[in-house]
């Protein structure tokens, strides 16, 4: 039997049915290695005690007869997902300590299923970033090269699955922030369609925007993880009126026509041109052309398609989600919970200190950009025709998926960068979302899988996007080309 860490959450779970090993020996194992690789900077929060009461509840549900993929599996939560027995920051000093009275509808419904909790990870400030700098706690390392950036808001996530400290964690894809992590790490990670997973006791950066979904080893991992986490969720006003879905069905159900040696006979993969600009990385490039010619051996069909405005997400995105978190951000005062200043004259004196104290130089940034384009004399010169436009982006992929399932292409221009590299230049980072953000603007599902390495030897991810509802279809495509290749399952040295 492979090291427990070396599992899988699909294969963790039927070692767990089988009695080959027990929920307490996983998550002690796990909380060891935590312990050992304090350098990555992933964990914020953990409970060794509530994690073992844990594990030994589902043994005991395991003994009693009940059966579960998910029944004793330990992951961890992004920071950005209240929790009621572990502290949640979000990444910011405004909420150090912050205890919730109750747990969000993601971390309560993983509990439902039996997964331990192993603690709270680290991820940029109120999920502001793509590189997991912005942190007020410190920056994550990437594991594949710790002087790199593991990629962001969902930095700690993705190096924690991709360094064997867990089999899987919880993340939030605002503009991308599960998918480039994914990509920078070298595994799996899956943004549902808006609205299938629930928002409540998701600390809001951008609320028509952000989403939460699973990081894992494979898409398998990550379909039984979506499927306990789906579901609507009255509390929720953003959520899809839609029942839990078995995404790992849907993953395993064969399209019509497909075979055993081709099983994607019949899948039309969509090229946008405008994902493979000539100043994509050679290395990224030739990853995702070798991937997408292994998708055709597997009966795949390749299209060429267009989005024409895939450039105008860049300021589209950076005007309505800075609009957003401008608003959603004004809660935190210092009056209710979280910092307040040690000293102040007034009330309007501790609003300024407390706030300006408590926030990161990143969320300031953002907070200042939403508060002007939604100031009277800006709102229609900026903010509507945003709105404008992100209507004109959705159509496009409407367009696209008339002429094929899926849409393809890599997910950031080049792979993960050193740490420091951008940050005395934010744009440079925010342009490194290209890619990711038509998919989050328009609402549709979308993934990455590790397909190859580039510069330094640093993984490469492919992303795969699908219309409205289509996870399945994603899901599908991904799990025939991981049965087929072991990108996957390639780890970092010394993990």
Same mark, same amino acid.
């Given at each position: 039997? !492979?090291?427990?860490?070396?599992?899988?959450?699909?294969?963790?779970?039927?070692?767990?049915?089988?009695?080959?090993? =027990?929920?307490?020996?996983?998550?002690?194992?796990?909380?060891?290695?935590?312990?050992?690789?304090?350098?990555?900077?992933? *964990?914020?929060?953990?409970?060794?005690?509530?994690?073992?009461?844990?594990?030994?509840?589902?043994?005991?549900?395991?003994?009693?007869?009940?059966?579960?993929?998910?029944?004793?599996?330990?992951?961890?939560?992004?920071?950005?997902?209240?929790?009621?027995?572990?502290?949640?920051?979000?990444?910011?000093?405004?909420?150090?300590?912050?205890?919730?009275?109750?747990?969000?509808?993601?971390?309560?419904?993983?509990?439902?299923?039996?997964?331990?909790? *192993?603690?709270?990870?680290?991820?940029?400030?109120?999920?502001?970033?793509?590189?997991?700098?912005?942190?007020? @706690?410190?920056?994550?390392?990437?594991?594949?090269?710790?002087?790199?950036?593991?990629?962001?808001?969902?930095?700690?996530?993705?190096?924690?699955?991709?360094?064997?400290?867990?089999?899987?964690?919880?993340?939030?894809?605002?503009?991308?922030?599960?998918?480039?992590?994914?990509?920078? =790490?070298?595994?799996?990670?899956?943004?549902?369609?808006?609205?299938?997973?629930?928002?409540?006791?998701?600390?809001?950066?951008?609320?028509?925007?952000?989403?939460?979904?699973?990081?894992?080893?494979?898409?398998?991992?990550?379909?039984?993880?979506?499927? /306990?986490?789906?579901?609507?969720?009255?509390?929720?006003?953003?959520?899809?009126?839609?029942?839990?879905?078995?995404?790992?069905?849907?993953?395993?159900?064969?399209?019509?026509?497909?075979?055993?040696?081709?099983?994607?006979?019949?899948?039309?993969?969509?090229?946008?041109?405008?994902?493979?600009?000539?100043?994509? /990385?050679?290395?990224?490039?030739?990853?995702?052309?070798?991937?997408?010619?292994?998708?055709?051996?597997?009966?795949?069909?390749?299209?060429?398609?267009?989005?024409?405005?895939?450039?105008?997400?860049?300021?589209?995105?950076?005007?309505?989600?800075?609009?957003?978190?401008?608003?959603?951000?004004?809660?935190?005062?210092?009056?209710?919970?979280?910092?307040?200043?040690?000293?102040?004259?007034?009330?309007?004196?501790? @609003?300024? !200190?407390?706030?300006?104290?408590?926030?990161?130089?990143?969320?300031?940034?953002?907070?200042?950009?939403?508060?002007?384009?939604?100031?009277?004399?800006?709102?229609?010169? @900026?903010?509507?025709?945003?709105? !404008?436009?992100?209507?004109?982006?959705?159509?496009?992929?409407?367009?696209?998926?008339?002429?094929?399932?899926?849409?393809?292409?890599?997910?950031?221009?080049?792979?993960?960068?050193?740490?420091?590299?951008?940050?005395?230049?934010?744009?440079?980072?925010? *342009? /490194?979302?290209?890619?990711?953000?038509?998919?989050?603007?328009?609402? *549709?599902?979308?993934?990455?899988?590790?397909?190859?390495?580039?510069?330094?030897?640093?993984?490469?991810?492919?992303?795969?996007?699908?219309?409205?509802?289509?996870?399945?279809?994603?899901?599908?495509?991904?799990? /025939?080309?991981?049965?087929?290749?072991?990108?996957?399952?390639?780890?970092?040295?010394?993990?």
């Amino acid at each position: 039997m !492979k090291a427990i860490h070396e599992m899988g959450v699909a294969e963790l779970g039927r070692a767990l049915g089988a009695r080959h090993v =027990t929920s307490v020996e996983a998550t002690k194992h796990l909380l060891a290695r935590l312990a050992k690789h304090p350098q990555l900077g992933v *964990l914020l929060a953990s409970d060794a005690p509530l994690a073992l009461a844990q594990a030994r509840d589902a043994d005991a549900r395991r003994a009693a007869g009940e059966a579960g993929a998910l029944l004793g599996v330990p992951l961890a939560h992004k920071d950005i997902f209240v929790t009621r027995v572990l502290p949640t920051t979000a990444g910011s000093k405004i909420l150090a300590g912050y205890l919730s009275p109750f747990d969000a509808t993601v971390v309560a419904r993983l509990g439902d299923a039996g997964v331990v909790t *192993l603690g709270k990870l680290n991820c940029d400030e109120f999920a502001m970033g793509s590189s997991n700098e912005n942190s007020a @706690y410190g920056p994550v390392h990437n594991p594949w090269d710790t002087t790199r950036v593991p990629g962001g808001s969902s930095g700690g996530s993705a190096a924690a699955v991709a360094a064997r400290l867990m089999p899987a964690a919880t993340g939030t894809d605002t503009g991308g922030s599960i998918r480039q992590p994914a990509s920078f =790490t070298g595994i799996t990670g899956i943004k549902p369609t808006y609205g299938v997973c629930s928002r409540y006791g998701m600390i809001a950066f951008a609320s028509s925007l952000d989403q939460a979904g699973p990081l894992a080893r494979s898409a398998e991992d990550c379909a039984l993880l979506l499927g /306990a986490m789906s579901g609507f969720d009255e509390r929720d006003s953003t959520s899809a009126p839609r029942p839990p879905q078995d995404f790992h069905a849907e993953m395993l159900a064969a399209r019509p026509g497909a075979g055993a040696s081709q099983p994607l006979t019949g899948l039309r993969i969509g090229l946008p041109k405008e994902f493979f600009p000539a100043a994509l /990385a050679a290395d990224v490039n030739g990853a995702v052309r070798a991937a997408l010619g292994e998708f055709e051996r597997l009966g795949a069909t390749l299209v060429d398609v267009s989005l024409p405005r895939t450039e105008l997400s860049i300021p589209v995105y950076y005007i309505i989600a800075p609009a957003e978190a401008s608003s959603n951000l004004s809660r935190f005062d210092g009056v209710r919970y979280g910092h307040r200043a040690a000293r102040y004259t007034d009330l309007e004196d501790m @609003y300024k !200190k407390s706030r300006s104290e408590g926030f990161g130089a990143e969320a300031k940034r953002r907070i200042m950009i939403g508060t002007y384009v939604l100031s009277h004399g800006y709102y229609d010169a @900026y903010y509507l025709q945003a709105q !404008k436009l992100r209507r004109m982006i959705a159509d496009d992929f409407q367009a696209c998926f008339r002429e094929c399932d899926v849409i393809a292409g890599p997910v950031a221009p080049t792979v993960a960068w050193k740490l420091g590299a951008k940050s005395d230049d934010p744009v440079a980072s925010y *342009l /490194a979302d290209i890619f990711t953000l038509p998919a989050s603007l328009a609402g *549709l599902p979308g993934m990455s899988l590790p397909v190859g390495f580039g510069e330094a030897s640093m993984p490469v991810g492919l992303q795969l996007i699908g219309n409205y509802f289509r996870e399945g279809t994603l899901l599908h495509a991904a799990h /025939a080309f991981q049965l087929a290749t072991d990108w996957h399952a390639r780890a970092p040295a010394g993990y």
